[in-house]
C-alpha cells in the first residue's frame, strides 16, 4: 500500500498534481486538475483489505485496463483516499468516465453488503460519495455512461403496451446482455425476456441498472 501514491500519479495526465491532503492544502479543494490525497484510508488491515479484495471480484469491471499499473482493488481503494472526486475522468489519462462511475457503484454496493470490517471502513472514509454524486460532480449524463439501446420508440403504442412489453423492449439491448427470470400473470409461465447489462452481478447493482434504463426511457419521450 505504500506504493500507492506513485502508482496513483503515474495514470495522472502531464497537467494534473498529486498533492497529500494535509491542513496546509486544504486550499486546493476543488481546484483543477489538482488531486488531493488522504493518506488515513490506508491504515486498512491485512484482513479488511482481503475481504475487500475478495468482495470486489464479484463487481468486475470491464472497463478498467491498468491492471499492470494499478490493481482494480487499489484503484477503487485510490478512489476513497481522494478528497470528493478528484480523482477523475479529467485528470487520468485513458480511463473514462463509466469506469469510475462502476467503481464508485461497487463501492456503494459493498458499503452495505460486505463483512462487517469491510462495511465499517469504507463508510468511514467514503464520506456521501457515491456514482450519483461523481456524474453531478463532473456534469456527466447517467444516459451517457450507460449501455445504449435498440428500441425504436416511434414503434410502440405508449398508451396501449402492458408494463412487460415496455420492458421488455427497453432491455432488449445486445449480446453483452444476461437474462434474468420474472413470473408474469400466470406463475406457472416463466418469461425470460427480462434483461440486465453484464456488468453487474449483484442484486443490487442490477436494480441500480434498471433504474438507469428506466431514466433512458423517460428521457427519450421527453
Known sequence: MDKLYTNIASLLSTKARLIEYTELTQNEIGKENVVLWNRKPLSIENVTYNEFKVALKKRPCKY???NNKVSYTDFC???????EYSLNSKVTVGIEDKTFTAAWRAIEVMSTTSTDRVCLWIKEHIADRSAIGYCNSLGITLDNISLSTNISYNTLSINNITDRELVDNILNTTNTIVKIQYYGEDEDNINNNGKVWRTTQSPEAQLYD?????DEFNNSIL
Open 64 to 66: 478498467y485496463m491498468y
Open 77 to 83: 481503494i485510490a478512489l476513497i483516499c481522494c478528497i
Open 210 to 214: 434498471l433504474q438507469l434504463a428506466h
